[in-house]
Nanobody, 126 residues
Framework: QMQLVESGGGLVQAGGSLRLSCAAS????????MAWFRQAPGKEREAVAI????????YYADSVKGRFAISRDNAKNTVYLQMNSLKPEDTGVYYC???????????????????WGQGTQVTVSS
């Protein structure tokens, strides 16, 4: 089993920045594809950033490209999401997820991931 614990959420004004952290235990993140999802009220959960297990390639949703950056520190067994130039539409609960057998075609789907954190709230005020 793998446990994921997110932290770093909060209330920020539009244009501000936050850095989310996802600390893993039980398994090493180097063996998993890691992703950040978010869910806004009344909307479906969507993937915003992915970092691949092999090679560390990163992928971003169009809505966050150029503003968000996903990274991982294998030594700390932690994944990060740096969020800059935040907008009110970035508001939601942000979840960290891990999956081991995911293709680039299925990596955007929440069903592809095996482990999830409890989420951290991000609120961006206008």
């Amino acid at each position: 089993q793998m446990q994921l614990v997110e932290s770093g959420g909060g209330l920020v004004q539009a244009g501000g920045s936050l850095r989310l952290s996802c600390a893993a235990s039980g398994r090493t993140i180097s063996s998993y594809n890691m992703a950040w999802f978010r869910q806004a009220p009344g909307k479906e959960r969507e993937a915003v950033a992915i970092i691949r297990m092999s090679g560390g390639s990163t992928y971003y949703a169009d809505s966050v490209k150029g503003r968000f950056a996903i990274s991982r520190d294998n030594a700390k067994n932690t994944v990060y999401l740096q969020m800059n130039s935040l907008k009110p539409e970035d508001t939601g609960v942000y979840y960290c997820a891990a999956g081991s057998r995911i293709s680039v075609l299925t990596q955007w789907k929440s069903q592809s991931y095996d482990y999830w954190g409890q989420g951290t709230q991000v609120t961006v005020s206008s």
